[in-house]
């Protein structure tokens, strides 16, 4: 079975500042792992996934993620906020041969103050 | 650009009104989803459905009924409406399985209120 935990349902930077947003995942074989973004309002978007080949995988609006199969991470990160990044960020978890039906975590809302 | 399209953003409804939620998709997928998502519980998934006329029970299908009579559109129906099914709704799409990833494509969600 497949789980995710996102650590801190909110997490408040300055922008400008480092965002990180962590995630940690359970999971019986070498997963798939994504994250998304929610603005107010909207349905989900894809930022980035890792499937195979590269552990640091880089997404849309600068976002990039890192699968740590030792630590059983996907954090994600972007190197300097800004007031557009407000948002609330899912991470999720699928496995190859399954059901390819993903987990999600229950969210973290980024806020970002000016 | 891909696109799966919800008909209601919005809706009102009352104590035991049967309510139809639509959802379609262009991009030619086999996989389509209905979540729930409410505050601090994240997405949780109520049906899904693989190919024409099949559905599958999420996490939390009691008070739900989805319909696929097509291959592009998936309904989900509360037969009786109940103030705790006030909620965000989200329609998703995927690939078949065997080619797929996983990758979710999402509507814009229908936030239903139920008086």
């Known amino acids: 079975a497949q789980s995710v935990t996102q650590l801190g349902s909110h997490v408040s930077v300055s922008e400008g500042a480092l965002v990180l947003l962590r995630c940690n995942y359970s999971s019986s074989v070498p997963p798939y792992l994504f994250w998304y973004v929610q603005y107010p309002n909207q349905g989900l978007q894809l930022l980035l996934k890792?499937?195979?080949?590269?552990?640091l995988v880089k997404g849309i609006n600068g976002f990039e993620a890192e699968f740590k199969k030792s630590e059983t991470s996907f954090h994600l990160t972007k190197p300097s906020a800004h007031m557009s990044d407000a948002a609330e960020y899912f991470c999720a978890v699928s496995e190859p041969g399954g059901s390819y039906i993903p987990t999600f975590g229950r969210g973290t809302s980024l806020i970002v103050h000016p | 650009d891909v696109k799966v399209t919800q008909s209601s953003r919005y809706l009102v409804k009352r104590t035991g009104e049967k309510v139809f939620l639509e959802c379609v998709q262009d991009m030619d997928h086999e996989n389509m989803f209905w979540y729930r998502q409410d505050p601090g519980l994240g997405l949780r998934l109520i049906y899904f459905s693989y190919d024409v006329k099949m559905k599958e029970k999420g996490d939390i299908p009691e008070g739900y009924s989805v319909s696929r009579e097509k291959k592009e559109r998936f309904s989900l129906i509360l037969e009786s409406a109940s103030t705790n099914q006030t909620s965000m709704y989200l329609c998703a799409s995927s690939l078949l399985a065997g080619g797929d990833t996983g990758e979710l494509f999402f509507g814009e969600g229908s936030r239903l209120t139920v008086l």
């Open positions: 890792y499937t195979t080949g590269a552990t």
